[in-house]
């Protein structure tokens, strides 16, 4: 069984400019999630979708940032301007339902200079 | 509000002998209480967890966890460690109620660190 997909491994942009994130999850996991990881430090969530809807996208920065799930399977995060503070590791999970365990994809490791 | 707090940033230990990693939590009824391992360049992958039941409790690679109500704590171990279980390793609680029901909240990580 194929794991949670992210594309690009790595991305290096300069500031000002917009960037975008691909997770493809498991087969037949309803639930999605990115997370946000910065050095040193644990993932944040930033948006939750259960199929096409984002049920918790609180803690997302909507100045900049915007996600979609437009089928209900793979996802895109696009942040547009990226600042030098939005280096980091972004991160994508899975699970069969908001309850189950989530399984992480390798991540988006973006570097604004 | 719930929460998961590591308190050591990097703990060292020599292979064969047994580690520890200390995780204690803030929840308001029973916790939902999880163990992740992070290797270089990759995601997280998930050891154990606690739902309910024994305190217990048994995971992938040989670790385990043991959760104690009364010191609010979820203490990851292992009797014997390997050179391979250098890593970072994350513990988190799973929000039960309200809007973020389901959500993880993730500890800062504890570096491990194994020697030869």
Redesign the interface.
């Known amino acids: 069984e194929a794991g ?1 997909v992210q594309s690009p491994r790595y991305k290096i942009i300069e500031k000002k400019q917009p960037v975008a994130f691909w997770c493809n999850p498991i087969s037949g996991h309803n ?1 999605l ?1 990115w997370y946000l990881q910065n050095l ?6 930033l948006i ?1 979708y259960e199929n096409e809807e984002a ?2 996208d ?1 803690q997302l920065p909507k100045d900049r940032f915007s996600a979609e799930r437009l089928k209900g399977v793979d996802s895109t995060l696009k942040i547009q301007p990226a600042e030098l503070g939005d280096s980091a590791v972004y ?1 994508c ?1 899975s699970s069969l ?3 189950n ?7 988006t ?1 973006l570097t604004v200079l | 509000a719930q929460s998961v707090a590591q308190p050591e940033d990097q703990v060292n230990v020599a292979e064969g002998n047994p580690l520890t990693v200390k995780c204690t939590y803030s929840v308001s009824g029973n916790p939902y209480l999880f163990w ?1 391992v992070q290797y270089p ?6 050891l154990l ?1 606690y739902i309910t039941g024994d305190n217990l409790v048994k995971g992938s690679y040989g670790f385990e966890a043991e959760f104690n109500k009364s010191q609010t704590s979820f203490h990851l171990k292992k009797p014997s460690a390997l050179v391979s279980d250098s890593a970072l390793y ?1 513990c ?1 609680v ?1 929000v039960l109620y309200g ?6 909240i ?4 504890t570096k491990l660190s194994v020697k030869p």
């Open positions: 949670v639930t999630y040193g430090q644990g993932p944040e969530l939750r049920v918790d609180s991160l999970a339902a908001p309850l365990e989530q399984f992480f994809g390798p991540g490791r | 992740y360049n990759r995601g997280l992958q998930f967890k994350f988190a799973r809007g973020s029901q389901g959500n993880l993730f500890g800062k990580g």
